[in-house]
């Protein structure tokens, strides 16, 4: 077994709109970037062990998380690895559809990450097609399960979505690399997601600080590569 500080590298991909919205008020999913970043978000997908969202982007935009590219899915099985990675949902109530796109398109395995206070007939039907690995009391204990996930051989993980599950692995320091596509809209509204909700870092010492590394017009917007700095 590896300790717990032993983690997967963490890649958080997002699109957003100019005023740092990721979809509109009622959760419906925006066409945000354009053909140029699709391909670059594929590509990412390739050459991840893994990709994670939480609960609430599996209920509002049922992904399925494959690598959409003949070539990158073959360049998969050209390295001895599964055309597909492994696709895992945050889920600590055991609430993802057992008809869920994620759980049934593309070969592949899944994993769903759920915690003590699931509903055991649900963790029992979504174990029919997936792997269910418990993390955590109340909610879904996101250091514990990354170990787990790192003694499972996985060592790097791309993160989609949403903005709740994406707040949590920033407050506990658990993202190395943001890239965020900033698209040519704006969407609006206090009550949109945001690529970090949740209650937020309120204290100056707390705030998650990034290092910028690249910058790029990509499509009809702008690609931002940040760092996490990490103090010495």
Same mark, same amino acid.
């Given at each position: 077994?590896? *300790?717990?500080?032993?983690?997967?590298?963490?890649?958080?991909?997002?699109?957003?709109?100019?005023?740092?919205?990721?979809? @509109?008020?009622?959760? /419906?999913?925006?066409?945000?970037?354009?053909?140029?970043?699709?391909? /670059?978000?594929?590509?990412?997908?390739? =050459?991840?062990?893994?990709?994670?969202?939480?609960?609430? @982007?599996?209920?509002?935009?049922?992904? *399925?998380?494959?690598?959409?590219?003949?070539?990158?899915?073959?360049?998969?099985? +050209?390295?001895?690895?599964? =055309?597909?990675?492994?696709?895992?949902?945050?889920?600590?109530?055991?609430? @993802?559809?057992? #008809?869920?796109?994620?759980?049934?398109?593309?070969?592949?395995?899944?994993?769903? +990450?759920? *915690?003590?206070?699931?509903?055991? +007939?649900?963790?029992?039907?979504? $174990?029919?097609?997936?792997?269910? !690995?418990?993390?955590?009391?109340?909610?879904?204990?996101?250091?514990? !399960?990354?170990? !787990?996930?790192?003694?499972?051989?996985? /060592?790097?993980?791309?993160?989609? #979505?949403?903005?709740? &599950?994406?707040?949590?692995?920033?407050?506990?320091? %658990?993202?190395?690399?943001?890239?965020?596509?900033?698209?040519?809209?704006?969407?609006?509204?206090?009550?949109?997601?945001?690529?970090?909700?949740?209650? $937020? %870092?309120?204290?100056?010492?707390? %705030?998650?600080? &990034?290092? %910028?590394?690249?910058?790029?017009?990509?499509?009809? #917007?702008?690609?931002?590569?940040?760092?996490?700095?990490? =103090?010495?």
């Amino acid at each position: 077994m590896q *300790s717990e500080s032993m983690r997967p590298f963490v890649h958080v991909n997002v699109a957003m709109s100019a005023d740092g919205k990721i979809s @509109t008020r009622e959760r /419906r999913q925006v066409r945000i970037s354009g053909p140029a970043d699709f391909s /670059r978000v594929d590509r990412i997908k390739a =050459e991840c062990d893994a990709v994670m969202v939480g609960i609430g @982007t599996v209920l509002a935009d049922d992904p *399925s998380l494959t690598v959409k590219s003949p070539e990158l899915r073959a360049m998969r099985i +050209a390295r001895g690895m599964p =055309e597909h990675p492994v696709r895992i949902v945050v889920d600590s109530r055991a609430r @993802t559809p057992p #008809g869920a796109s994620i759980l049934h398109k593309g070969d592949g395995s899944r994993i769903i +990450a759920c *915690s003590e206070q699931a509903d055991p +007939a649900n963790v029992a039907e979504l $174990g029919r097609h997936a792997t269910v !690995l418990v993390a955590g009391r109340d909610r879904v204990d996101l250091a514990r !399960l990354f170990s !787990l996930l790192y003694d499972q051989g996985i /060592r790097k993980v791309m993160v989609e #979505g949403g903005g709740t &599950l994406i707040a949590a692995l920033f407050v506990e320091g %658990l993202v190395d690399e943001l890239t965020c596509y900033v698209g040519n809209m704006i969407i609006g509204g206090r009550d949109a997601p945001t690529l970090a909700d949740g209650p $937020g %870092l309120v204290a100056p010492e707390t %705030l998650v600080r &990034l290092s %910028l590394s690249r910058a790029e017009p990509l499509d009809e #917007g702008v690609l931002l590569s940040w760092r996490v700095h990490r =103090e010495q």
